[in-house]
């Protein structure tokens, strides 16, 4: 049995962060309910037995993790609601929500009872057995959207690598005479859907991919929201899947508009091909809508999705129509873990909560609250370009990169996300954030906006 043991060799050697100066402006401070030490001081009341335990994990981590992520300077301890708080004692606004996970936020009480319920009932079982929760999340998704059935996956990609498969099969059953039916795919300019080799394929940021080469072959990148180009390209007999986020969230929040999703709709109906919606990252409620594409009145064949499902319990689902299920037999795909009782459970609190159209307009009304204060409050820089999205999925476009807003941020007590080229912020709050809240996170954005000139 192998234990980690990080050992505080000098628990009051100063962290990291706190090397730099870590300062809050007096309106950060009264918004996040920072301790201060006397009256008019940004000094913080930090705890003083935790000071250094920041910088022993991040040098830990840095010899026993493969270096896949650069990370923020930041050892996360504890959460609730739309407050995250690190080992030593900071508190931080969160509006990144574990990448468009926590809609909930953090430690929402419905969730909690619902997985310390489950998990002490019946945490996993072998999808060689039926489990009642698995079979109630499916009833709910189905009911709720154009779907006849689902697939349980455990993330985003493997949604996706589920729909590429389906797509796949579903070309080979339908057209059981065709000596090479079609199964190539067409996807978008700064589309993301995983990292595994299948979606990696699928993903167009060039260097997500090249180091990984050969990726799956078959796949043709074309303009987002070009209609005349993508026209071209969707043909009978080749096109499997054309796979699209109808709002893309890591390419930089960009949405599509109706008369092109319209289009992919019918130009994969006349060419046999399957429309493919990955909603992984703009689904369940993000954009005041519980279907991203409700929006357009436009409806897929496949959907995936993931992020927010189980309410940051790893998940993610296909759903499919009828036509689609119709093609795929026993045996054509599983997962040993997909589907559990623990992680069903959980996304049906999730769900209950996200898809009242009494949450889903209140997202809506936050979401428009929120970009009109960010236009007063930004919309003067000459560095913002453009702030776009809908509902609480908001992009601000910059002239340059992102990082240093994002890093004067994080030093204020606020965790936005960079996306795009990394010259676009990237906002998907909890869904329960209050309008105090976005009052707060868009002062200390206006506050730290001067950082880009330096
Ligand atoms: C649109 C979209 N699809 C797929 C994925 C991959 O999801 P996961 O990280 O859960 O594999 C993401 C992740 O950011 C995403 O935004």
Not at 145 to 172: C, H, L, M, P, Y
Not at 251 to 274: M, P
């Amino acid at each position: 049995m192998s234990s980690i043991h990080i050992r505080l060799h000098n628990p009051l050697t100063p962290p990291l962060n706190l090397r730099r100066p870590f300062r809050r402006s007096s309106f950060a401070t009264a918004c996040l309910n920072v301790e201060v030490e006397a009256e008019n001081s940004n000094a913080l009341r930090l705890d003083s037995s935790k000071l250094g335990l920041a910088k022993e994990v991040m040098e830990a981590e840095a010899k026993v993790l493969v270096g896949t992520y650069a990370r923020a300077p930041v050892v996360l301890a504890s959460g609730k609601g739309c407050k995250l708080y690190d080992v030593e004692g900071r508190e931080y606004l969160d509006l990144s929500s574990g990448i468009a996970v926590n809609s909930l936020g953090h430690g929402d009480e419905d969730w909690l009872k619902a997985v310390v319920e489950q998990a002490s009932t019946l945490t996993h079982v072998s999808n060689m057995y039926y489990s009642i929760p698995q079979i109630e999340l499916a009833n709910r998704l189905v009911a709720a959207s154009f779907a006849d059935r689902v697939f349980f996956s455990n993330s985003g990609t493997e949604a996706n690598e589920a729909a590429i498969k389906f797509a796949r099969k579903f070309q080979r059953h339908s057209n059981p005479d065709a000596k090479e039916p079609a199964t190539e795919f067409i996807c978008f300019s700064n589309c993301f859907h995983g990292r595994t080799m299948g979606a990696l394929a699928l993903t167009s940021k060039e260097h997500y991919r090249s180091p990984f080469e050969p990726v799956m072959p078959g796949v043709t990148f074309v303009e987002y929201g070009n209609i005349q180009a993508t026209k071209e390209l969707i043909q009978r007999g080749k096109t499997a899947a054309v796979f699209v986020e109808p709002i893309q969230g890591e390419g930089g929040i960009y949405s599509a508009t109706k008369e092109f999703l319209q289009f992919l709709r019918s130009a994969c109906d006349d060419a046999g091909a399957l429309l493919v919606f990955d909603e992984v990252q703009c689904g369940l409620g993000r954009t005041g809508y519980l279907w991203a594409h409700e929006a357009y009145g436009v409806f897929p064949d496949i959907m995936t999705l993931a992020k927010p499902l189980a309410g940051g319990l790893p998940i993610g689902a296909v759903l499919v129509t009828e036509r689609v299920a119709s093609a795929i037999n026993y045996g054509d795909h599983g997962s040993t873990f997909a589907g559990s009782p623990l992680v069903c459970n959980a996304a049906l609190a999730v769900l209950n909560k996200i898809s009242k159209p009494s949450f889903l307009a209140s997202v809506s009304k936050k979401g428009l609250y929120f970009k009109e204060i960010l236009k007063q409050k930004l919309g003067g820089s000459s560095h913002v370009r453009e702030i776009r999205g809908f509902g609480l999925i908001i992009g601000i476009d910059l002239d340059l990169p992102a990082t240093p807003l994002v890093d004067a941020c994080r030093n204020s007590g606020l965790l936005v996300l960079t996306a795009g080229k990394g010259n676009v912020v990237r906002i998907v709050p909890p869904l329960i954030i209050t309008e105090q809240e976005l009052d707060c996170a868009a002062e200390i954005l206006s506050q730290a906006l001067p950082v880009l000139d330096s």
